[in-house]
């Protein structure tokens, strides 16, 4: 698979930023097969922007809306940015999921799925997936998203993807596909076809708090009980902040963590981000799912533990690269907001990580988050898990 990133900081004027962005492509020679992964910020005019492209690309034009970018020359927080995916021996089909609410969510999902592989002359090895699908009370936990998509499925098809992000307004984020924008939407893109990809996540969290609880009740992404008190009477007896309901902002930077145990005896361990609380039921709302009897801790982030972790998951993909001799020629990347601003806003400490290590003929594209999707290996078996994340770092080469 060929791939080419192009980029237009024009966001006012949908046709001259399409302009912009097609003549760049003139010279990259498409094949049979392919699809543009549009991330753009959220001021830009995005159904326009699709509409013009539509004129010109007769194959999907999918994405969605992020807080920022990252690309071969750095971070961008403006613009639109194409990564086009172009093959002989692969095949793109997309959809989208629209008007998702909690009743609704994993039919529409597994529905829309189905339509969407029928399209395929051979089954997917590969899902691309970006949502929308949160309201503000948070019902809906992302780890239900991915269990409905790897449900959708019915085999081990390997989920990357993410959470559309805005400036962090919680407001502006959205998901398109081929001109149609959804807020509370699940853009679904399955790759079927000569499709091999590598995967490593890392989530930066190598400093523990002095609080660790068993989870004794919870419900999805919901902690109502940890050891014997509510949640909420832990984090009074830890001295954390209690006193409103909306919380995300004052633990965006301190992460729990958490190890998921699996039935046939593997484990994976993820951060969760604290969303809200309930001063009623002591309860505390996650953005991913925390299960019954797993061990609950909080992490201590630092700007070091962020770079050092891109490092580590770039160190591992550039041996995948070297490997491959050649078989690698796309990188996909998504880095949570929350290690936006763990980094003070100096990007750099990301970029840094691939800047100038990057094989001139590879391609990058990578965005800022709400949270992340993507395969973990477990300690036991060595079977990967679609799962979701917090305060990750993610990358995957196809």
């Not at 237009?8 to 962005?21: G, K, N, S």
């Not at 699996?262 to 484990?267: K, P």
């Not at 601003?341 to 965005?367: C, F, H, K, V, W």
Request: with cysteine; net charge negative; charged share 20%.
């Amino acid at each position: 698979m060929d791939s080419i990133v192009v980029y237009t900081e024009e966001i006012d004027e949908p046709r001259e930023a399409a302009a912009e962005l097609l003549v760049q492509t003139w010279e990259f020679p498409l094949k049979k097969h392919s699809l543009a992964l549009i991330f753009s910020e959220e001021e830009a005019n995005l159904p326009k922007l699709c509409q013009i492209l539509a004129e010109h690309w007769d194959f999907p034009i999918v994405g969605c809306t992020a807080m920022g970018m990252l690309a071969r020359q750095g971070y961008f927080g403006i613009g639109t940015f194409v990564l086009l995916m172009t093959a002989d021996d692969c095949f793109f089909a997309a959809g989208m999921a629209g008007g998702l609410d909690t009743g609704n969510y994993r039919e529409k999902i597994v529905q829309t799925y189905k339509s969407i592989e029928a399209a395929l002359p051979s089954p997917p090895k590969l899902i691309l997936s970006y949502g929308g699908v949160f309201n503000a009370e948070q019902h809906v936990a992302a780890d239900d998203v991915v269990d409905a998509i790897s449900e959708a499925a019915g085999k081990n098809v390997p989920l990357f993807g993410g959470l559309a992000a805005d400036g962090f307004n919680l407001n502006g984020f959205r998901v398109f596909c081929n001109g149609e924008v959804e807020k509370h939407g699940q853009l679904l893109i399955l790759i079927a076809g000569a499709v091999d990809p590598k995967f490593v996540t890392i989530n930066s969290v190598e400093t523990r708090a002095n609080f660790s609880y068993e989870v004794t009740e919870s419900s999805h992404n919901e902690v109502k009980r940890l050891g014997d008190g509510t949640f909420l009477e832990a984090l009074k007896h830890e001295d954390m902040a209690v006193d409103k309901t909306n919380v995300l902002g004052d633990y965006l930077l301190s992460p729990f963590v958490l190890t998921i145990n699996r039935e046939n005896g593997d484990s994976v361990e993820v951060a969760r981000n604290l969303s809200m609380l309930d001063q009623e039921t002591g309860s505390g709302t996650f953005l991913g799912a925390v299960p019954e009897g797993s061990i609950l801790s909080v992490g201590i982030i630092s700007r070091t533990d962020v770079q050092k972790s891109v490092r580590q998951a770039f160190n591992v993909i550039f041996d995948e690269i070297e490997a491959s001799k050649g078989k690698y020629k796309t990188l996909l990347c998504h880095s949570c907001c929350a290690r936006f601003l763990a980094l003070a806003s100096d990007t750099r400490e990301e970029t840094d990580a691939y800047s100038g290590r990057l094989p001139e003929d590879i391609s990058l594209l990578g965005m800022y988050a709400y949270g992340e999707y993507c395969p973990v290996k477990g300690n036991k078996t060595g079977e990967y898990y679609n799962l979701f994340h917090n305060f990750t770092f993610t990358i995957m080469a196809i």
